[in-house]
């Protein structure tokens, strides 16, 4: 069966420290994988995109990686701050289906001071 | 830029009413409009895809004459839920996709989603 995976466990960490989060997958070929913020009682706001022939993609202290090999995308956060407390989603885009996403359950983050 | 609004934030209303949704994409258009559902604590599911100037896609298990969708112009889609009940309460959000060509139109952007509430 289909299965996109996120620790649903929170994260916690300190801040200051590298906040890595997991998005597993199995059974898809997605062209590509979005990562999505979300605040509770928000919608989820878009942060980075990585197609399936990148390795990583960064945006000011956010990095995503993309294995197809092994099927797994990580997404991290350096310098954190209690401010990126939220959940967060990833998503597949698989090349057939429209752009239409698949989203993980997310994983909670909590940045403590 | 790439901002969607929905209307209204959070609704109230007695089972039996009917209450409309609206998604708007301000400063782009959108030939495509998703909606989906959100349970408490889980992920987004998706209910359907709506697609300006012809019929919705409804994903597996979603009823198309309890959930109304109107895609009628670029910017604007809607969604219904007719004679809601209380199980229909949930968070209902919209996303768009840029029509334009380029790395926009790779992605989905969401509204600020609307609570519904059916007593």
């Known amino acids: 069966s289909q299965k996109i995976e996120q620790n649903s466990e929170a994260l916690n960490i300190q801040e200051g420290k590298t906040a890595t989060l997991t998005c597993n997958y199995t059974n898809y070929s997605p062209a590509y994988l979005q990562w999505y913020r979300q605040d509770p009682g928000r919608g989820p706001v878009f942060l980075l995109l990585?197609?399936?022939?990148?390795k990583e993609k960064r945006k000011e202290r956010l990095k995503v990686t993309f294995d197809t090999t092994l099927k797994q995308s990580l997404f991290h956060i350096t310098a954190s701050q209690p401010a990126d407390s939220a959940t967060y989603l990833c998503a597949l885009t698989m090349s057939n289906a429209g752009n239409m996403l698949t989203f993980g359950g997310g994983t909670r983050l909590m940045v403590k001071p | 830029g790439a901002v969607v609004s929905q209307h209204p934030s959070w609704v109230i209303c007695k089972s039996g009413t009917s209450v409309k949704i609206e998604c708007r994409s301000l400063?782009?258009?959108?030939?495509?409009m998703f909606w989906y559902r959100q349970f408490p604590k889980q992920s987004l599911m998706l209910m359907a895809t709506s697609n300006e100037g012809s019929k919705a896609t409804y994903e597996q298990g979603v009823e198309k004459d309890k959930f109304l969708i109107n895609h009628a112009s670029l910017t604007l889609s809607t969604l219904t839920v007719t004679s809601a009940h209380p199980e229909d309460s949930s968070f209902y959000i919209c996303s768009a996709r840029v029509s334009a060509g380029g790395s926009l139109r790779e992605t989905q952007y969401f509204g600020p989603g609307t609570r519904l509430l059916v007593l």
């Open positions: 400063d782009f258009q959108a030939t495509t």
């Open positions: 990585i197609r399936e022939n990148e």
